[in-house]
Nanobody, 123 residues
Framework: QVQLVESGGGLVQAGGSLRLSCASS????????MGWFRQAPGKEREFVAG???????YYADSVKGRFTISRDNAKNTVYLEMNSLKPEDTAVYYC?????????????????WGQGTQVTVSS
């Protein structure tokens, strides 16, 4: 049974930082590209960042220069380092796994999802 479990969310002031983690089990982690998505109330789920099997990373324009995605295949874990947080970054953040060598920015491409972790940035 595949499981993706996010952690690290919370409440932070604008300008602060958080590090999200997503621990996986039940899949061969190194075979998957991994992505982070977020969904704010009343909005569609949107791509935030992704990292391929070959450790190539991609970012949404809204987070470039502020967020960093990384992965540790030995720990079956993907991370999202978030700096210079803004109130508009407030959302539930989800990690997702895509059995592909490429990073996709569309949620429908992803096979497995975590339950999400809340990130709230106060002004």
């Amino acid at each position: 049974q595949v499981q993706l479990v996010e952690s690290g969310g919370g409440l932070v002031q604008a300008g602060g930082s958080l590090r999200l983690s997503c621990a996986s089990s039940g899949l061969i982690f190194s075979w998957y590209s991994m992505g982070w998505f977020r969904q704010a109330p009343g909005k569609e789920r949107e791509f935030v960042a992704g990292i391929s099997r070959s450790i190539t990373s991609y970012y949404a324009d809204s987070v470039k220069g502020r967020f960093t995605i990384s992965r540790d295949n030995a720990k079956n874990t993907v991370y999202l380092e978030m700096n210079s947080l803004k109130p508009e970054d407030t959302a539930v953040y989800y990690c997702a796994a895509d059995y592909s060598r490429d990073v996709h920015t569309t949620a429908a491409e992803y096979d497995q999802w975590g339950q999400g972790t809340q990130v709230t940035v106060s002004s």
